[in-house]
T-cell receptor, first 115, second 112 residues
Framework: AQSVTQLGSHVSVSEGALVLLRCNYSSSVPPYLFWYVQYPNQGLQLLLKYTSAATLVKGINGFEAEFKKSETSFHLTKPSAHMSDAAEYFCAVTRGTGSARQLTFGSGTQLTVLP | DAGVIQSPRHEVTEMGQEVTLRCKPISGHNSLFWYRQTMMRGLELLIYFNNNVPIDDSGMPEDRFSAKMPNASFSTLKIQPSEPRDSAVYFC??????????FGQGTRLTVV
């Protein structure tokens, strides 16, 4: 079975500071990994995805994530936080194979950006 | 493309009433997912369709919940009878390759 664990349900950073949101996965096969962002009263929007190509993945809004197989991690980073980054972030992993692939989400991390 | 379209955006109903949530996936996508989001349980996959066929409904909480996909452009999630504990945000998502999912704006359901 595949799953993801997000460390820290709430993270606060100052505007301009580094953003680091942690995600660890468990998977018996090479996974596909994703980060989604959810703004208040909105659906989930894909930030970036890892599909076994480059281990450093760049996404939208200046975010990136690095797949580290040895650490089973896929942490999300951004060098300098903006107020507009305040949202909830979800790490996700695919479950199943072929047409049965399904996303399994972590519990989410609420990011607060302080002025 | 307009993206995944869900209706209604908000629904308030009384306990015991039937509720129907609707979803129009992105044209050309062959996979459709229904998720429920609550503070207590986070995002839960309820059911997954591929080519209009239900593949996995193990996440459907109980028999009061049912989902259909009569064609490639429409799906419904029905709750009958509804209960207060069904209050949540319900998301529909679609995918063209079962890898990346595109989400709708969600339906916020309140059962009083």
């Amino acid at each position: 079975a595949q799953s993801v664990t997000q460390l820290g349900s709430h993270v606060s950073v100052s505007e301009g500071a580094l953003v680091l949101l942690r995600c660890n996965y468990s998977s018996s096969v090479p996974p596909y990994l994703f980060w989604y962002v959810q703004y208040p009263n909105q659906g989930l929007q894909l930030l970036l995805k890892y599909t076994s190509a480059a281990t450093l993945v760049k996404g939208i809004n200046g975010f990136e994530a690095e797949f580290k197989k040895s650490e089973t991690s896929f942490h999300l980073t951004k060098p300098s936080a903006h107020m507009s980054d305040a949202a909830e972030y979800f790490c996700a992993v695919t479950r199943g194979t072929g047409s049965a692939r399904q996303l399994t989400f972590g519990s989410g991390t609420q990011l607060t950006v302080l002025p | 493309d307009a993206g995944v379209i869900q209706s209604p955006r908000h629904e308030v109903t009384e306990m015991g009433q039937e509720v129907t949530l609707r979803c129009k996936p992105i044209s050309g996508h062959n996979s459709l997912f229904w998720y429920r989001q609550t503070m207590m349980r986070g995002l839960e996959l309820l059911i997954y369709f591929n080519n209009n066929v239900p593949i996995d409904d193990s996440g459907m909480p109980e028999d009061r919940f049912s989902a259909k996909m009569p064609n490639a452009s429409f799906s419904t999630l029905k709750i009958q009878p509804s209960e207060p504990r069904d209050s949540a945000v319900y998301f529909c998502a679609s995918s063209s390759d079962s890898i990346e999912a595109f989400f709708g704006q969600g339906t916020r359901l309140t059962v009083v």
